[in-house]
């Protein structure tokens, strides 16, 4: 057993105020998870039965520590306290779309649903989709996500992740090419560069540094040499991310193939964009030297198993790349190519779609579960602050419940099989972030829900008559 025992610098362990308000300038000073097991995450993978204590946005002890009388602690008696959930692909923008875009193929997907619904999106509209979309992943536990915003009102999206209080990286959707993109969402290259640098020097490093800037480019269909090569070269020259997808397709790998005369990973290797900056959504169709390109380049790669299932894409090769040495974590995508955003549900894809083909034994839950937490932390560039619950890192964190049936009987030595194969978005008693409750007990503490379901429905119904879907 480990403990590192801590005592607050005033001496007594005093507390943590559960109470909220409106006011993003008030701070927590500390916050103590009471009698939990911590799934810690850390090098040796302890399992703690522990309290867990956080001052300001970090965790600073490990170990026991009693309240003061008037304090108040979450009680995590028989719950597990687990590392936040770490999303590294969504598209915030498209949660209003839910369930309008069922049976399509990626491309008839986009071309035929997505596009238009984007084109219609206004300020209003995609910031209720964005708290929406926070909402639904606050009170699945996942704290943090990469995200592509649409091509216009970004700034919205930034504004909704600002109040809902998640961790972030993502940017503005860049495109400037290709078959049946509606005008409202075509951009020239020069806008597309110039419109993301000035996100990127308002946004970058805000919120207390919650929230940070990528370039998103749609996918090589979609934006030209041009662009992708400017993209390269900023990335390189400020060390800016850069979030897109690719070979997630049949037919979008052979249309670049057509144009380029390349695969598609050597395409971006040729632009200059393989590298640790580069987080790719997808990689379902990848030939033996691709996946070579990606490992070698430790390019991050997402894999989105509910999202390839549902438009029938395919399925990655996970294991494989796991084995070259790739980086792997995992994104529910957007809600209409889902059409859940819980955690819970990738993991458990992740892990099942493989043993049918490599045997049961392949991708375990514990392995699953690095995936979804340090493997999305080295994907945001922030594997020294978030992924695990480690002293000195950030108080990202989710307190999962495993009173439901479908948890019984609990199994204390195998919590990954808990959290990999039975838990529920529902499951999650309280999510942390940087510091600050945002839920706890299934109240949503940073925003007002009745009202983001009333404005949300309202912009649904401006969008899909704007589209020209009804
Ligand atoms: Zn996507």
Known sequence: MYFSLTIHKHGIIRIYLLRYTHDKNEVFFMLVIKNGTLVTMNPERQILQADLLIEDNCITG??????????????????????????????????????????????????????PLEGSHDEESIYYSSLSGCAE????????????????????????????????????????KGEAVPASLMDTTENAVQESLDLWQRWDGQANGRIHYAFCPRFAVSCSDELLRSLAALSRQHNIPVHTHASE??????????????????????????NDR???????????????ILAESKTNIVHCPGSNLKLGSGIARIPELQAMGANISLGADGAPCNNNLSMF?????????????????????????????LGGAKALGLEKEVGSLEIGKKADIAVVSLDGWHHQ??????????????????????????????????????????????????????????????
């Not at 999303?87 to 997907?109: I, Y």
């Not at 580069?278 to 070579?292: F, G, P, S, T, V």
């Not at 991708?363 to 979804?372: S, T």
Request: net charge negative; with cysteine.
């Open 62 to 115: 490990i170990g026991e520590f009693a309240a003061g009388a008037g304090d108040t602690a979450i009680n995590a008696q028989g719950k597990l306290v687990i590392p936040g959930l770490i999303q590294t692909h969504v598209h915030l923008c498209q949660t209003l779309f839910r369930g309008m875009a069922d049976n399509l193929e990626l491309l008839d997907w986009l071309r035929k649903r997505i596009w």
């Open 137 to 176: 992943l606050l009170r699945g536990g996942t704290t943090a996500i990469i995200d592509m915003a649409s091509v216009h009102h970004t700034e919205s999206v930034f504004q909704a992740v600002e109040l809902a209080g998640i961790r972030y990286l993502g940017g503005k959707c860049l495109m400037n």
């Open 249 to 274: 397709n049949r037919s979008e790998t052979a249309l670049i193939e057509k144009e380029h005369g390349l695969s598609n990973i050597n395409y971006l290797e040729s632009l200059g964009l393989c």
């Open 278 to 292: 580069l987080i790719l959504a997808h990689c379902i169709y990848l030939n033996n030297e691709e996946m070579k």
């Open 345 to 373: 549900m990738e993991m458990r894809l992740a892990s099942l779609i493989q043993k049918p083909l490599h045997g049961p034994r392949s991708m375990p839950a514990p392995l699953v579960f690095a995936m979804a937490t």
């Open 409 to 470: 009987p609990v199994q204390a030595a195998d919590v990954y099989s808990h959290l990999v194969y039975q838990a529920q978005a529902s499951d999650v008693y309280a999510t942390i972030v940087d510091g600050r409750l945002l839920m706890l007990n299934g109240q949503l503490l940073c925003l007002d829900e009745n009202d983001v379901r009333t404005r949300a429905g309202e912009s649904v119904s401006r969008i899909i008559q704007y589209a020209g879907l009804i």
